[in-house]
């Protein structure tokens, strides 16, 4: 970890390796393809491609970024839509998988990734992106590596309500708490449990492993490092969020868990109420969670 998701040109974005979604043979098409050539510079990119030949589908090769602000471009071929029936989505998830080891055999820290396929190819944005989630997040259990989906549209990303329900009407409340961040019993008597001990506690009560909960947080190991071994270090709201997420905490055990860093769940805040939406619904995949914070114009959990 972490993931994040960005709106954005992927032609722009800085990092170690981006993904094209490529044509199986040394030649470019239309979209995503076509734009990584002409700002790479496509006369000395196709040269290189031409080196690799046929790619088939859900395999990956790479070449030099070139003109772009990356150092490699990992290009995989992904399925052509026909029916559903003739390995479409083992196909996608192929390519993810394959550009992810790719990656990870040259060293990359950071890789970003559009949503494969989902353009000309025709392979439905819905199932794409329940793919996607599926197969990073797995991913990223056992990887540091930063992993950055583009979203070129508006269009591309508003399918997150058919994939998880709509969370809308929870995102406002008209009740406003008398403290905004700060709960009311934290204002008038300090708790005497730190929240450094209580954090340790649910952590040995999970039976999960630290890079188990920083992974499942979509936090550093150098964030969640520092929040452990530092009794008086205090991370954010989001932060302890991502974490009572990451650790399955129910509600109250997320609130008590909040007051003892000095914050609460105000339901004035479409944030915190999206947070309380996810625990209340056992929703504990972050990645998930992310989509629908990022459909919602809100701010993501964890990156840190």
């Not at 031409?50 to 589908?57: D, E, L, T, Y």
């Not at 209580?198 to 492993?209: G, N, P, R, V």
């Amino acid at each position: 970890m972490p993931f994040t998701i960005i709106r954005d040109d992927i032609t722009r974005v800085k990092a170690d390796a981006i993904v094209n979604t490529a044509n199986p043979l040394p030649i470019y098409a239309s979209g995503t393809d076509q734009k990584i050539y002409e700002a790479a510079g496509a006369e000395r990119l196709l040269a290189e491609r031409q080196k690799i030949g046929v790619i088939a589908p859900g395999q990956a090769a790479y070449t030099a970024g070139f003109d772009l602000p990356v150092r490699y471009i990992i290009h995989t071929v992904g399925p052509l839509w026909i029916d559903g029936s003739h390995q479409e989505e083992e196909t996608l998830a192929s390519c993810l998988r394959e550009s992810l080891k790719l990656a990870e055999k040259l060293n990359c820290l950071s890789v970003a990734f559009p949503l494969i396929s989902t353009g000309v190819y025709g392979f439905p944005k819905q199932l794409a992106l329940k793919i996607f989630t599926s197969v990073i997040y797995d991913w990223l259990m056992e990887s540091d590596m930063l992993v950055t989906l583009v979203v070129y549209d508006q269009q591309s990303f508003d399918i997150s309500t058919k994939l998880f329900g709509s969370i809308e009407d929870h995102l406002t409340e008209s009740e406003v708490f008398p403290y905004d961040d700060v709960s009311f019993e934290q204002a008038v008597k300090p708790s005497e449990e730190s929240f450094h001990d209580y954090l340790w506690q649910l952590i040995l009560a999970s039976d999960m492993t630290n890079p188990q909960i920083y992974h499942r947080a979509n936090i550093t190991k150098q964030h969640f490092s520092k929040i452990v071994s530092n009794r008086d270090y205090l991370p954010s709201k989001n932060t302890i969020c991502a974490l009572a997420i990451a650790l399955k905490l129910d509600i109250e055990m997320l609130k008590l868990l909040l007051e003892k860093a000095g914050y609460s769940l105000s339901k004035a805040k479409e944030f915190d109420n999206a947070v309380r939406y996810f625990v209340e619904r056992e929703m504990y995949n972050i990645i998930d969670d992310n989509i629908i914070l990022f459909d919602n114009h809100l701010e993501l959990l964890g990156t840190m």
